[in-house]
């Protein structure tokens, strides 16, 4: 960054004044420590331990130090990182093939015992947010040292998409020094080290000498939280950082015009919903006591998704940045549905649905939502209940923070609410909000509507033990065809697009996983 | 003097012992911290692996008879999201947030005295009308927009300070000017009205009559007695300004101990509220008892009783 007087000189535009700037105001982007590349996020990572949180930050902070064992394409595939193969033997065993002559940024060679038991790490420590991707996996056997077998309790047809959130960790470091001790200075295989940082607030990073990898394209990268928007905003139009995430959509026209850095948005894997009550008769929270739950009846729910403009929202709102969700599974699912709409906007039909419900003149319900968890939330809550109006829905916003609205909700607590979903899979997007609920199996865990289709659950069974890819996605199709079309389980509005504005001098297109990942900026 | 200290000495410890319960019992009457760390994808099973693991699945009485063991052994326990030790991650970040505090109660203290000497001398004066309704601004503009509107101004239109982060003295220029903006308005006035006070008492008019010069008598003489009421102000302010800079350093980006703390609430992650809670009424603690001393040294008075 040039200093106060430097800027001061240079802005005095003599050439006497120029041929006094300091060397490091010429050192170009990136290439010292004085000048990094900077790149700033809302919050901070939490942790440098890369399985003790799953949470999109935190994780692009350690994605720069850490190699996961795949990675998705921006079209949502799982593409060659720490594992270049993958085939699956039977129907409980996936062989993975990985890269030869990596190591890690203290100079020892990663094995195939560390990436064996980088996995089980992931699985079984009682406090890894990563078991979810691989909680079937029961154990592994190094064929040889490019080769390693991971065995498995259930069927896992999409174990290498999971793989993508799996981190490859210095196993032998770790018992020897203790998981403390290796948080505090990681060690990766990734493309940058780890220089100093303040959990929550900066990471200095430097490029490896010994990555596998292409070299980068900036040698220095410093990661900043940035908390509040207009700083944030302030500090790229200023040129004091490079990237910053979540630009308000009321300021792209700011960064637009101010000609030093362009807006980068891609639909990400957040689905934004409306859900429902659909088991209490009666007693619902948020209805008068002792009325009937309308939402029983598929007709209402029907009613409510068509008096719903979600194009409305996403112009108004979000200046366009939200892509309409023609149903719950974003696009980066392997069982997104080109072909589909959404059932059409109509205040019509869905007054005429009202009608037929037995509900000609509406019904008065409390919308629960937060006001400090998605972009907008509160705002498009209150943009809901305007909607709805329209039909004689007379909604009670009831915008509140996540600390309060969250552990309300898992207890059931909401009849009728704003919220959203980020998939992994539509498999295992299922079984945690569609699967009729089964605590023993571990099934509809947040199915807090216990929404019930056996129907469904069957083509999801299916699917779940299916290795051939097209008849398996032919099976979510199916099942989630029945959920959002005739069921209407949830509506669907619309997927949260990833956001950052970027400087002139820099490459950068937001990746639909909401990763920003500095080993994959280029220079302009 | 010992027994002094030591009455002190005791009555800090109660006062400890009663912030943290009150707040070990406030939180967690809250809310479920696990409700908010676990990822929404995690299984129940999960959770409650999770929960064991963090101890939370313990009765509350339990949970608090812990806490209490482990802060006598010098242990406040990890944060739930970082997992470092919960006082590290408050005190690591108290220096940054003393060098804004100390920096903006330097500039208050620096312009507000003498603008309040200044509209004092001559009541009703040009100077002091001005500042008088200087200092109306000076109270009520909040923080968040004037914070807003330098960075507009010296990091977006003129280029010539950061908008955040704290590595250099530059970057504290914004954030200590927009504390300090209220208190110099609030110092200007006390020491106006309290000079303004102590130049009608028995030993100013004494002085005057001696034949001291005006200079020396308000300097010397009426100050003195002014800066009282001045010290206790100072004391509070410092101590609210400590624990209350959390919209300053959302704003600037600053890594303080206040937005850490903030942070944490919203996580529910309880150790590090603990820790901060401590540091913070050790810190008051610490305060009342350097204003007293001042006290003692300012006022023979209260040397002799105390």
């Known amino acids: ?524 | 003097m010992l027994r002094f200290l030591l009455t002190r000495a005791w009555q800090a410890l109660f006062t400890l012992w009663v912030v943290v319960s009150l707040v070990f019992l406030l939180i967690h009457a809250t809310g479920d911290p696990i409700a908010v760390l676990a990822p929404e994808q995690m299984s129940a099973h999960s959770r409650a692996v999770l929960r064991a693991a963090l101890g939370l699945d313990r009765p509350l009485a339990v949970q608090y008879v812990r806490y209490l063991a482990g802060v006598l052994h010098g242990n406040l326990g990890v944060s739930y999201y970082s997992g470092q030790p919960a006082m590290r991650l408050i005190l690591e970040r108290v220096p940054v947030t003393l060098e804004l505090v100390g920096l903006s109660i330097g500039v208050a203290v620096l312009l507000g005295v003498p603008f309040g000497i200044w509209a004092a001398v001559r009541p009703d004066g040009v100077a002091d009308r001005v500042l008088r309704s200087l200092s109306v601004l000076g109270s009520s503009v909040p923080t968040f927009f004037l914070g807003i509107l330098l960075i507009y101004f010296f990091s977006v239109a003129f280029n010539v300070l950061p908008a955040s982060g704290a590595g250099s003295l530059r970057h504290y220029i914004m954030p200590a000017f927009t504390l300090a903006f209220f208190r110099i308005a609030l110092f200007t006035r006390l020491v106006r009205s309290t000079l303004l006070e102590t130049l009608n008492q028995n030993h100013v008019r004494t002085a005057r009559a001696k034949g001291v010069s005006e200079p020396v008598v308000i300097l010397k003489h009426a100050l003195r007695t002014a800066l009282l009421p001045l010290v206790t102000v100072f004391g509070l302010q410092f101590g609210q300004l400590f624990a209350g800079a959390v919209i300053t350093e959302t704003i600037f980006a600053l890594p303080g101990m206040n937005r850490m703390a903030l942070q944490a609430l919203y996580r529910l992650d309880y150790p590090v509220i603990l820790a901060y809670v401590l540091v913070v009424a050790a810190m008051f603690v610490t305060i009342n008892f350097l204003v007293d001393l001042a006290y003692g040294l300012l006022d023979p008075r209260v040397r002799h009783h105390g």
């Not at chain 1, 990555?211 to 394209?217: E, I, N």
């Not at chain 1, 990661?223 to 009321?250: M, Y």
């Not at chain 1, 589909?340 to 005429?352: E, H």
């Not at chain 1, 469904?456 to 051939?468: E, H, N, P, V, W």
Request: net charge neutral; with cysteine; glycine share 6%.
């Open chain 1, 1 to 524: 960054m040039p200093s106060w007087t430097t800027r001061l000189l240079a802005a005095c535009g003599t050439a006497a004044c120029l041929l006094a700037q300091s060397p490091a105001a010429q050192a170009a982007l990136g290439d010292s420590a004085q000048h990094p590349l900077v790149v700033a996020f809302k919050g901070g990572a939490t942790t440098l331990d890369p399985i003790m949180r799953s949470e999109t930050t935190t994780e692009s902070w350690q994605r720069n130090i850490f190699d996961t064992v795949t990675i998705l394409s921006p079209q949502g595939k799982p593409v060659p990182r720490i594992a270049v193969a993958w085939k699956n033997l039977a129907p409980l065993s996936w062989q993975l093939t990985l890269r030869a002559g990596v190591t890690f940024q203290n100079g020892m060679p990663m094995t195939a015992e560390d990436v064996g038991r980088s996995i089980m790490d992931a699985a079984n420590n009682p406090k890894s947010q990563m078991r979810e991707f691989v909680n079937d996996v029961t154990g592994y056997k190094v064929v040889n040292p490019t080769t390693l077998e991971v065995t498995f309790s259930r069927p896992d047809p999409l174990f290498p998409v999971h793989l993508s959130a799996i981190p490859v960790m210095p196993e032998a470091l770790i018992k020897k020094e203790g998981r403390a001790a290796f948080a505090a200075h990681p060690i990766g295989t990734g493309a940058y080290r780890f220089v100093s940082w303040l959990a929550e607030d900066h990471l200095d990073l430097r490029a490896w000498k010994g990555y596998w990898g292409h070299p980068v394209a900036f040698k220095f990268v410093r990661l900043e939280s940035i908390p509040n928007g207009a700083t944030r905003l302030a500090a790229l139009l200023s040129g004091q950082i490079e990237v910053a995430e979540k630009i308000n959509p009321e300021d792209f026209a700011r960064v637009k015009n101010s000609g030093r850095a362009r807006i980068t948005s891609v639909p990400g894997t957040r689905t934004m919903y409306l859900a429902m009550d659909d088991w209490r008769e009666t007693g619902s929270p948020g209805m008068a006591a002792g009325e009937k739950n309308p939402f029983l009846d598929p007709r209402v729910r029907k009613a409510v998704y068509e008096a719903i403009d979600v194009g409305l929202l996403r112009e108004k709102i979000f200046n366009d940045a939200a892509t309409v969700a023609t149903q719950f599974m974003p696009p980066l699912m392997e069982s997104f549905d080109r072909g589909l709409k959404r059932f059409p906007y109509s205040l019509a039909d869905a007054r005429k649905l009202l009608a037929a419900a037995g509900y000609p003149h509406g019904f008065t319900v409390r919308l629960d939502a937060t006001n400090d968890r998605y972009l907008e939330d509160s705002l498009v809550a209150q943009a809901l209940a305007g909607m709805l109006q329209q039909v004689g829905i007379i909604v009670q916003v009831n915008a509140i923070p996540k600390a309060v609205f969250f552990p309300q909700m898992n207890r059931g607590d909401f009849t009728f609410y704003l919220a959203g979903w980020g998939s992994v899979d539509p498999l295992s997007t299922w079984n945690s909000m569609f699967h009729c609920r089964d605590a023993k199996l571990g099934f509809g865990h947040v199915n807090r509507e216990h929404y019930c289709s056996q129907a469904a659950d069957a083509l999801i069974a299916k699917a779940s033990g299916s290795f051939d890819d097209a008849a398996r996605v032919k099976l979510e199709r199916a099942a989630y065809a029945l959920a959002d079309r005739t069921d209407i389980a949830y509506i669907p509005l619309y997927f949260q697009d990833e956001i950052a504005g970027v400087a002139n001098g820099v490459v950068w297109n937001e990746r639909p996983d909401g990763l920003i990942l500095a080993w994959q900026m280029q220079r302009k």
